[in-house]
């Protein structure tokens, strides 16, 4: 695994802060102060614990978590011949019922914006 250069607590230490605030009945904000980390920091490892364990408490990804859209053939080939029409970009984004970004990223690859 790989851990953040600048993280406070590894998921190991993480996961120890918790046990503390958990059965040593040790206050969130006296251990957070300790560990050097913002109050809200240790409520957010505190909610991810709860809900997932300690499995929960190591480094996320920070990248995108979803594609791109892009339009299906039918609606490519739509989106072309309303734009032949002279339609504008809104009126081709509502017809398809696709998102104006998509449908203008879409078509300005194909020269049509």
């Given amino acids: 695994m790989h851990t953040h250069p600048?993280?406070?607590?590894?998921?190991?230490?993480?996961?120890?802060?918790?046990?503390r605030h958990i059965h040593?009945?040790?206050t969130l904000s006296v251990l957070a102060a300790e560990a050097g980390i913002s109050l809200r920091t240790a409520y957010t490892w505190l909610a991810r614990y709860r809900s997932?364990?300690?499995?929960?408490?190591?480094?996320?990804r920070r990248?995108?978590?979803?594609?791109?859209r892009t339009l299906n053939p039918q609606q490519?080939?739509?989106a072309v011949?309303?734009?032949?029409?002279?339609?504008?970009?809104r009126r081709v984004a509502r017809v398809l019922s696709a998102?104006?970004?998509t449908?203008?990223?879409?078509l300005k690859a194909l020269g049509l914006a």
């Fill in 81 to 89: 011949a309303l734009r032949h029409e002279r339609c504008t970009l």
């Fill in 103 to 106: 449908v203008g990223r879409v």
């Fill in 24 to 26: 040593d009945r040790c």
């Fill in 6 to 19: 600048n993280a406070r607590l590894t998921p190991l230490g993480r996961e120890r802060l918790l046990r």
């Fill in 99 to 101: 998102p104006l970004s």
């Fill in 63 to 68: 990248v995108r978590r979803t594609q791109r």
């Fill in 76 to 78: 490519l080939q739509h």
């Fill in 52 to 60: 997932g364990g300690a499995a929960a408490l190591v480094d996320r």
